[in-house]
């Protein structure tokens, strides 16, 4: 079984203050990870995912990831916020890939970015 | 190029009452998903289409049905809703090839009184 764990739900910064947000994992196989990214009142958009390849992985609007495997975490780091920023983010599981591959998701922490 | 679309948007349901969301993809992906999103719980698995002509259960199954009409849409169904069943539900889609990403519709707020 694979679960996500999201610390805390609710992160706020300064804008231009580096945002971290922590995810940590449990996977009986190796994972692939996401973190998605959700506005308000709209769907989830991706914002990176590791599949195996780099550790670090860079995304959309200035995020970016490191896969730690023996911390079995995969954070999500921006040096400088900016006020568009502000939404609810979600780190992600997934177990197999192919056809049946399942996404698993952590509670979500909501970034408010203050001025 | 629409991505996943969901119909409604809004929807307010009496106890007992019945409904089908409708979800829609245009990316001629083969894997669909349907998830509730709750407060301070993420999003949950309810059912899921593999491929076409294939659903399996997910986490929370319980109260509901789906069907996937064709390869495009994949349909859940409240046959007797409850007010347990407030949420906001999410459609997904993947191609469902190695570690490809879920693409996500706009979402539907379900009320039910």
């Known amino acids: 079984a694979q679960s996500v764990t999201q610390l805390g739900s609710h992160v706020s910064v300064s804008e231009g203050a580096l945002v971290l947000l922590r995810c940590n994992y449990s996977?009986?196989?190796?994972?692939?990870l996401f973190w998605y990214v959700q506005y308000p009142n709209q769907g989830l958009q991706l914002l990176l995912k590791?599949?195996?390849?780099?550790?670090l992985v860079k995304g959309i609007n200035g995020f970016e990831a490191e896969f730690k495997k023996s911390e079995t975490s995969f954070h999500l780091t921006k040096p400088s916020a900016h006020m568009s920023d502000a939404a609810e983010y979600f780190c992600?599981?997934?177990?197999?890939?192919?056809?049946?591959?399942?996404?698993?998701f952590g509670k979500g922490i909501t970034l408010s970015v203050r001025p | 190029n629409a991505g996943v679309t969901q119909t409604p948007k809004f929807q307010v349901l009496k106890t007992g009452q019945s409904m089908t969301l409708q979800c829609a993809q245009d990316m001629n992906h083969n894997s669909m998903y349907w998830y509730r999103q709750d407060p301070g719980m993420g999003l949950r698995l309810i059912y899921y289409?593999?491929?076409?002509?294939?659903?399996d259960k997910g986490e929370v199954p319980n109260g509901y049905n789906v069907s996937r009409l064709n390869k495009r849409e994949f349909s859940l169904r409240l046959e007797s809703a409850a007010p347990s069943q407030t949420s906001v539900y999410f459609c997904?889609?993947?191609?469902?090839?190695?570690?490809?990403?879920?693409?996500f519709g706009p979402g539907t707020r379900l009320t039910v009184l």
């Open positions: 289409s593999a491929s076409e002509g294939t659903t």
């Open positions: 992600a599981v997934s177990d197999l890939p192919g056809a049946n591959s399942k996404l698993t």
């Open positions: 997904a889609s993947r191609r469902a090839t190695g570690t490809d990403t879920q693409y």
């Open positions: 590791y599949t195996s390849a780099a550790t």
């Open positions: 996977s009986s196989v190796p994972p692939y």
